[in-house]
């Protein structure tokens, strides 16, 4: 079993940048494929970034993508989120998640096995 925990949320103006990060409890994160989600108030949850176990395919949403990265540290227990240019569309509270790893990471929220309680991030224009 894998426990996540999210930091670095907060309030920022337009343009600003945040880094989120989730640690991970457990021996074996370096078996799991990563991933970052979001729910903006009144919407359903939806898909941000992913990344294999091995740091060596990504994926991202259109609307983050130029903007966001995702990169993790195995050595670390640790996934990152590096958000650059922030909008106000981008006020939401984000999630990460872990799966054990696939041929793929998963862009789908329901292949997700564990997931973090989330940390607000709040972008002012």
């Known amino acids: 079993q894998v426990q996540l925990v999210e930091s670095g949320g907060g309030l920022v103006q337009a343009g600003d940048s945040l880094r989120l990060s989730c640690a991970a409890s457990?021996?074996?994160?370096?078996?799991?494929?990563m991933g970052w989600f979001r729910q903006a108030p009144g919407k359903e949850r939806e898909f941000v970034a992913a990344?294999?176990?091995?740091?060596?395919?990504?994926y991202y949403a259109d609307s983050v993508k130029g903007r966001f990265t995702i990169s993790r540290d195995n050595a670390k227990n640790t996934v990152y989120l590096q958000m650059i240019s922030l909008k106000p569309e981008d006020t939401a509270v984000y999630y990460c998640?872990?799966?054990?790893?696939?041929?793929?990471?998963?862009?789908?929220?329901?292949?997700?096995?564990?997931w973090g309680q989330g940390t607000q991030v709040t972008v002012s224009s």
């Open positions: 998640a872990a799966k054990t790893m696939a041929l793929v990471p998963p862009t789908a929220e329901r292949e997700y096995d564990y």
């Open positions: 457990g021996r074996t994160f370096r078996t799991y494929d």
């Open positions: 990344i294999s176990w091995s740091s060596t395919i990504t």
